[in-house]
């Protein structure tokens, strides 16, 4: 059983930043895929931004310029980096990995309140 946990979250003022970051229990190099989303009060979950084993990305067009995933210094992390934010940003984020074979794996998320 894979587990994913998330830190970084917190509250920050509108245009501000923060780094989140996904620790896996296993080397992110087994996975075909890992990512973001995020699910806002009322609203489905939607995605954030992919980072694929080849290292492509790809982002929701509302955080395109403004967030980049990233593979961690260590082996089993994926990072994001959120910059100037916006309170439409506010959200509990989550991270997930698929893996070739095709099981998906989520955290349990880290809460990210953007408000002044």
């Known amino acids: 059983q894979v587990q994913l946990v998330e830190s970084g979250g917190g509250l920050v003022q509108p245009g501000g930043s923060l780094r989140l970051s996904c620790a896996a229990s296993?080397?992110?190099?087994?996975?075909?895929?890992m990512g973001w989303y995020r699910q806002a009060p009322g609203k489905q979950r939607e995605l954030v931004a992919t980072?694929?084993?080849?290292?492509?990305?790809d982002y929701a067009d509302s955080v395109k310029g403004r967030f980049t995933i990233s593979r961690g210094n260590a082996k089993n992390t994926v990072d994001l980096q959120i910059n100037t934010l916006k309170p439409e940003d506010t959200a509990i984020y989550y991270c997930?990995?698929?893996?070739?074979?095709?099981?998906?794996?989520w955290g349990q998320g880290t809460q990210v309140t953007v408000s002044s």
């Open positions: 980072i694929a084993l080849g290292g492509g990305t």
């Open positions: 997930n990995a698929i893996e070739w074979s095709g099981p998906n794996y």
């Open positions: 296993r080397t992110i190099f087994s996975f075909r895929v």
